[in-house]
């Protein structure tokens, strides 16, 4: 005589589980993980966001499952469960993404220790004491240059003279702005 084990069918899992028997629901879980993550997974198109919303479906189930009416149901209802927090899930990121494109450009500055504070401001000193020793004509495309971002093109329009004088005058400026700094 042989004896065959038959799985107990969703309906006897879940009057187990209102019974208190934790087993009954790892069960349920075994039985519908697969498919679950599978839902979750097409739903995201996430393979990495299926498992955490898949564990987070089903905790909802567990804690919801006495409100199931027809507990033969028990299947379609988890993963009902399951396709509405991948459904959060997916909502949940094009917000995070709205708020990044909205407000990402936002970077709140780290705070400078005085020290910091300090250098930067010997430095600017040093820079600017630097800047009034060059002649005012290199001192004029080193600003259009550096300080208002403007190309060679628009420097030389800006101060009426050619390109290529705008490139000398630059190269110029610039060693005299070293020498200077060496010198301080």
């Known amino acids: ?11 006897d899992l879940v009057i187990r589980v209102r019974a208190g028997d934790t087993e009954a629901f790892g069960a349920l879980v075994r039985r519908y993980q697969t498919a679950a993550l599978r839902l979750a997974s097409a739903i995201t198109g996430s393979v990495d966001d299926a498992a955490d919303i898949a564990q987070e479906a089903l905790v909802k189930a567990h804690r919801s499952l006495a409100k199931l009416a027809d507990p033969a149901l028990v299947g379609p209802w988890m993963l009902r469960i399951v396709a509405n927090e991948a459904k959060n899930s997916l909502r949940a990121r094009a917000r ?5 494109e909205r407000f990402g450009a936002w970077v ?77």
């Open 108 to 184: 709140v500055a780290p705070i400078a220790d005085p020290e910091t504070i300090a250098l930067d401001a010997d430095e600017a000193h040093r820079l600017a004491v630097a800047l009034g020793r060059v002649p005012a004509r290199h001192r004029e495309v080193l600003a259009c240059r550096y300080f208002a971002g403007l190309s060679e093109a628009e420097t030389a329009m800006a101060l009426d003279v050619a390109a290529g004088t705008v490139k000398s005058r630059t190269a110029r400026a610039l060693h005299r702005l070293r020498v200077e700094l060496e010198a301080l």
């Open 96 to 100: 995070r993404r709205q708020r990044e």
């Open 1 to 11: 005589m042989t004896t065959e084990r038959t799985e107990p069918s969703d309906s």
